[in-house]
């Protein structure tokens, strides 16, 4: 199964000169329980972000210019190929185990059309930045479950898509 996972600005702002914009604990506590276990996809830049791989997830970094590897980590040259990697991993290793993008804008460009589930925290401030998030279209997907952090100015949001995903 491949969901898409991201925190989002009020204006759709995810990232600025390749840096989440903001730092709230809460949402990386939400992102952690729910990619645990799974497969992480993610672009280079996202990945040199972070900086190191997420524990206990296998993390695919989706890079034509740099190659990174190591235990439960490797490079694919395209998110076609990185699905491939992911899937054969789930195939021997998890087969329960979910896919999941979490980023940038480029592979959320790409994997809004083939992704089943959606998992958005959209925050209630506004941010400068220049990577964003892509529309949510209501004919695709619809809104299953949300819940709001009103002090943190937070909404966990899942969407599912209405019909078989795009391939």
């Known amino acids: 199964m491949i969901?898409?996972?991201?925190?989002?600005?009020?204006?759709?702002?995810?990232?600025?000169n390749g840096k989440?914009?903001?730092?709230?604990?809460?949402?990386?506590?939400?992102?952690?329980?729910?990619t645990m276990g799974g497969v992480v996809i993610m672009g280079r830049r996202t990945y040199e972000e972070i900086g190191s791989p997420l524990h206990g997830r296998y993390n695919i970094v989706v890079s034509s210019s740099r190659r990174?590897?190591?235990e439960m980590l490797m490079t694919a040259a395209s998110l076609e190929s990185a699905l491939t990697a992911a899937e054969n991993y789930i195939s021997v290793q998890d087969p329960s185990a979910e896919i999941f993008l979490c980023g940038g804008e480029a592979i959320y460009r790409k994997g809004i059309g083939i992704c089943e589930h959606i998992?958005?925290?959209?925050?209630?401030?506004?941010?400068?930045?220049?990577?964003?998030?892509p529309d949510i279209s209501d004919s695709d997907f619809r809104l299953v479950s949300c819940f709001r952090l009103e002090k943190q100015g937070l909404e966990f949001q899942k969407f599912?898509?209405?019909?078989?995903?795009a391939y």
């Open 20 to 34: 989440i914009p903001w730092d709230i604990p809460e949402d990386r506590a939400y992102f952690k329980r729910i």
């Open 68 to 70: 990174f590897s190591g």
């Open 160 to 165: 599912d898509r209405k019909s078989g995903p």
């Open 3 to 16: 969901n898409m996972i991201a925190a989002a600005a009020a204006n759709g702002v995810i990232g600025s």
């Open 119 to 133: 998992y958005l925290t959209r925050l209630d401030a506004s941010y400068e930045g220049d990577a964003h998030f």
